[in-house]
């Protein structure tokens, strides 16, 4: 099969999948069904402040796996589920930070400069169409870059990289992304480290489960899966939960809603005057996606400041410009397509989204995202590179349903950003811990996640970042693989990694990385704590 | 930002977790050591990837510890942990602790108390009402005890609040899939 041949068999596994129902007498393929139902799912819980895209995901994997089971039948369905889910809480996460001034996650802040503005002069709905129109197109582009993208990448890695550049590769990954996450790069790096250490608990080729203190609870490790709800969302739960008790307030922390009357009507015109500000922040926000680890905050910060810089306009940026706006929801909504580009070209994930979708192939089998995906092999048919590209469809369709339906169905969620946190985190927390349990079916998993929303709470309160955690934990078993592969190969050489030119390059990169964020965030802390001083004298 | 001296106290217990880890729990619990040689092969031992995490944490912790000794000395108006906090943990602590066990143990009592007698609650654990009874009962006191330790009060609205949702959970993993098995019903 040639490379465009996968192409179009991808397209025909997402249309021509196993049916779910016809409608006279169409077949409407599974896929399809989970894609628009994952979309409208991530929009209500994106509008949700508490809830998020990757909350929602890690929830429902273990009932997606049940419906679907373990069969290469159950990716499509269930990864498309994910990625209509990532869509629809990117747009959603625009309704509470427009409506009620209450950003659910911290990309969110600096949609509220603009868009709360812009409801308190009665333009709510504009504000709305502006960040649904400003978000597709930035996502929408995002996407095809990946498209384009990921296969290249990824045939390139898999032409030049032998286990001691892939192990490196990796070293490079973790550095990056412990660097750039947080505001220290020696607490990333510690927190990546911890990571490596807690997966090599009851791991390994021995006959004696290494690092168990020789106790049965610890004899089959630590579950993946507790882990990661366990550090990343039971942890948020218990921080949340803490900063509430310690206010003891309730509903009245959400404003009240201004009353709308203005101008809002969103025409081809003011589209086309946003464009420049969309194009902009599309290309910033696919650029910092493609890099594991940064996310979408710094992108919109990027985005908005750009947009600043080029805005000539009669409303200045943070009093309800759309351009502020635009600026804002096309740079953190392009972010999410081409974060899957170090995923599906490289296997690591560089976002919490991707994680999830990650343990989602694992958990099913058949799909191992990395380099190997994209080999277009001509005699035997490589059906992972067909998912591959089943999945991209997936993404286009959500694109598609997410301009044609996406605004009304934003607009229809503002009411969800009434519900009071603090009832909605004991809910979040009790369903995570069914969500665990009906994987594990052992009260032991229990103890495990509240042992590990312990150290999330610990880490976020000593401001040591989880991501690095969480993406260490999922990497471990291939980077020892690869290392004891390139020690092996290299017949014991101590120096293994350090035989080519390349690896070295990472290696090198990997700790100019973090010298250079560590002096750079370095000074930047002491010049806080200038500005501090001098505030408080 | 926190406390210069808060940052030196965690970069020290990240470098001393580090090396208790490398220097005693590493070597005394793996089977090979991190390098060793095996028919005249030298290989990896299973010691290896936690030896490079735990001497990259002491090392991490100890470069750590270097950058915060030079920083300026800084003062915290909000310590990241405090008696709030301790209190906040107890009352959380024992509405969990609570919470799990009447999920527990609500099944097994009730089938004891109105049941037929015809075997223990293993035997209808699969079976409705029986199987809901622990994770309604347990749900419902996990969810309307923590929002009762938030809000300062317990209140009626807010129980209701608590059963309907524990209800949605029983509809959305129990009720439509025989496969999943909700709490405590794998544990009996």
């Given amino acids: 099969m040639q490379p465009l041949d996968y192409v179009w068999a991808g397209v025909l596994a997402f249309f021509q999948g196993p049916e779910a129902f016809s409608l006279l007498g169409v077949a409407i393929p599974i896929a399809v069904i989970m894609v628009a139902f994952g979309f409208f799912v991530g929009i209500v819980g994106g509008a949700t402040p508490g809830l998020a895209g990757p909350f929602i995901m890690a929830v429902s994997l273990p009932i997606l796996l049940s419906v679907f089971g373990f069969t290469p039948d159950a990716l499509l369905p269930v990864m498309g589920f994910l990625v209509g889910v990532m869509k629809g ?69 898999e032409s030049y990289l032998g286990f001691p550049e892939k192990a490196a590769l990796i070293i490079l990954s973790l550095s990056f992304v412990a660097a750039v996450v947080g505001d220290s790069p020696l607490k990333g790096l510690f927190s990546a480290a911890l990571g490596l250490f807690v997966a090599s608990i009851a791991t390994g080729q021995d006959s004696y489960p290494r690092l168990t203190l020789d106790t049965g609870f610890l004899r089959d490790g630590v579950p993946l899966t507790t882990a990661l709800l366990g550090v990343l969302i039971l942890g948020e739960v218990l921080v949340s939960l803490e900063e509430l008790f310690r206010r003891r307030r309730s509903t009245s922390e959400i404003a009240p809603e201004p009353v709308q009357g203005g101008d809002n009507s969103f025409t081809l015109r003011d589209r086309w005057r946003l464009m420049p500000y969309i194009s902009v922040s599309a290309v910033i926000g696919t650029i910092v996606g ?49 974060n899957l580009i170090p995923v599906l070209s490289l296997g690591i994930p560089g976002n919490v989204g991707a994680v999830f979708l990650i343990l989602a192939a694992e958990s099913i089998g058949g799909f191992t995202p990395g380099p190997a995906v994209f080999r277009f092999s001509e005699g035997e048919v490589n059906q992972q590179a067909v998912i591959a590209f089943g999945l991209f469809t997936a993404m286009m369709f959500a694109n598609i349903l997410n301009w044609i339906v996406g605004g009304h169905l934003m607009r229809a969620c503002g009411i969800m950003a009434k519900v009071p946190k603090h009832v909605l985190l004991p809910m979040v927390l009790l369903l995570t811990l069914t969500a665990i349990y009906v994987q594990e079916t052992s009260f032991d998993a229990f103890y495990f996640a509240f042992a590990l929303a312990v150290l999330g709470y610990v880490m976020r309160k000593l401001l040591i970042p989880t991501l690095p955690f969480v993406i260490s934990m999922i990497l471990a078993g291939n980077f020892e693989s690869a290392i004891r592969q390139a020690f092996s190969v290299s017949g014991g050489d101590p120096f293994f990694l350090f035989s080519s030119p390349l690896s070295i390059g990472f290696l090198v990169a990997a700790v100019l990385v973090v010298v250079v964020l560590t002096r750079r965030k370095g000074a930047q802390a002491s010049e806080e704590v200038r500005e501090d001083v001098e505030r408080s004298a | 930002m926190l406390e210069r001296k808060v940052e030196l106290w965690i970069a020290l217990g990240m470098m001393l ?88 143990w609500s099944g097994p009592a009730v089938w004891a108390l109105f049941g037929d007698g015809s075997g223990t609650y293993r035997t209808v654990r699969g079976e409705a009402p029986w199987k809901y009874i622990g994770f309604l009962v347990g749900g419902t006191v996990m969810l309307w005890g923590i929002i009762a330790i938030v809000e300062g009060r317990f209140t009626l609205r807010r129980l209701i609040v608590s059963v309907i949702f524990t209800v949605l959970l029983i509809l959305l993993f129990g009720v439509p899939f025989d496969t999943l098995m909700l709490p405590p019903n794998g544990d009996w």
Wanted: with cysteine.
């Fill in chain 1, 89 to 157: 809480s990117t747009v959603g996460g625009a309704v509470p930070a427009i409506l009620f001034n209450t950003p659910g996650t911290p990309d969110a802040m600096l949609t509220t400069l603009d868009g709360y503005p812009m409801a308190k002069k009665g333009q709510a709905k504009k504000a709305l169409r502006v960040a649904h129109f400003s978000s597709v197109t930035g996502d929408t582009f995002s996407d095809l870059v990946l498209f384009t993208c990921a296969p290249f990448l990824a045939i390139l890695v």
């Fill in chain 1, 290 to 338: 493609a890099l594991p680890g940064i996310g979408s905050t710094l992108a919109a910060t990027l985005g908005y400041v750009t947009g600043h810089k080029m805005h000539k306009g009669k409303v200045p940026f943070g009093q309800g410009a759309p351009e502020g706006l635009a600026a804002t929801e096309a740079a953190n909504s392009s972010v999410s397509g081409a």
């Fill in chain 2, 17 to 104: 977790f580090g090396l208790v880890s490398a220097l005693i729990w590493i070597p005394a619990d793996t089977q090979t050591p991190a390098i060793y040689t095996f028919r005249r092969q030298t290989l990896l031992g299973d010691a290896f990837l936690p030896m490079l995490a735990a001497c990259g944490m002491a090392l991490f912790g100890a470069l750590q510890l270097f950058v915060t000794w030079r920083r300026a000395r800084y003062q915290s108006a909000n310590p990241p942990m405090d008696g709030g906090t301790l209190a906040f943990f107890a009352m959380l602590g024992a509405v969990l602790a609570a919470s799990l066990v009447l999920m527990f």
